[in-house]
C-alpha cells in the first residue's frame, strides 16, 4: 500500500515539475517577446516631501502589457523572471529607459527630480552592476545624482562583504542607495553603520494599518528614529490615508509615496506634474 501512495505521489510530483518547467519555459519566451516588441512601460509614482507637498523624486515601476493577457503585474512576473535569469534583462531595460527618459525630459525642459530604480536580487549579487550602470548612464548622457537604487535587505545579508564593495563602487559614482522594504527581511542592523547608504524605505506593510495597530506605529516610530540618528534619509511607503500623513509628520519622517498622494502613474501624466526649468 504505502508503495503505491509512494509511487502515485511520484508520478504526481514528476507531473506537476513538468508542468512548471513548462510554465517556466513558456514565461520565459513570453518575457522575452515583451522586451522585443516592447510590452513593457514604465509608470512613475511620485515621492513627496511631506511638508509642503513638492515632489522630490520618483519610483519608476515595471508594467507588462500583453496584447492577450493585458496587463500583468510585477508581483506575478518578477519572481519568475528572477527564477530563470531574465530578471538581468529586465532590469538593464528599466535602467536604460530610466536615463533615456531623464535625459529627454531634461531636454524638453523639464525639471526632473531622482528616479529611484528597483534592482533584483539577483543581479546585485552578479557582480556587474557597477559596470553596467556606469555604461548606461555614459551612453544615454544621464547624470548619476538623478539615479537611485532600491535594494532588499536579503541582497546585503546573502552577501555582506560582497554587497558591500558593489555599494561602495555604486556611491563613488554619485548614485544613491536605498533599503527597500526595510523591516521585512532577515537582516542585521549592524550593515547599517558599516555600509554607504542614503534612504530606508519602511515597508507599506508597517504603514497600511496605522493608526489601528499600535505595533506597527512603534515599529514606524522605531525606523523613522533609527535612521534620524543614523543620519539616513526616511521614506514611507504605501502612504494611503490623511491619519498615515498626520502619523509621519509628528513622527519626524519627512518623505512618502502611496496613493494618498498618486499612484505610478504613465509617462506623459508623470511630466504633467513637473515644473519646467
Ligand atoms: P516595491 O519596490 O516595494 O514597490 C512599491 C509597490 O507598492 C508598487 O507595487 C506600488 O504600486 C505599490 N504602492 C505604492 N503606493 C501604494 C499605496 O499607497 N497603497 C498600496 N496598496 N500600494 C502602493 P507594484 O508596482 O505592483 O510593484 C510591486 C513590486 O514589484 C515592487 O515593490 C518591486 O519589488 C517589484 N518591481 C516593480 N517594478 C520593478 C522593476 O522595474 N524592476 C524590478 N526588479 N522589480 C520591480
Ligand atoms: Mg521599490
Ligand atoms: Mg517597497
Ligand atoms: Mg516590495
New binding site residues.
Partial sequence: RAKTAGKNRYEFYTQEMTDQAFERFLMVGALRNAIENQQFVLHY?PQIDLRDNSIIGA????RWNDPQMGTI???RF?PVAEKTGM?QN??RW?LNTVCHNIHQWQQQGYRVPRIS????ARHFGSNILADEVAAILDHHQCSSELIEL?ITEGVIMNNPSRAGKELKQLREMGIRLAI??FGTGYSSLSYLKTLPLDRLKID?SFISDIPEDKNDQAISRAIIALANSLGLEVIA????TEQQRQFLIEEGCLYA????FS??VPEHSFLSLLKKV
Avoid: R, T, Y
Avoid at 519610483?59 to 515595471?62: D, P
Avoid at 530604480?117 to 533584483?120: G, K, R, V
Fill in positions: 509614482q519610483e519608476a515601476l515595471i503585474p510585477p508581483s518578477i530578471i529586465i532590469d528599466v530604480i528597483n534592482i533584483s532600491e527597500d522594504d507599506q511607503e504605501g502612504m494611503e509615496q502611496g496613493f494618498l499612484k505610478g
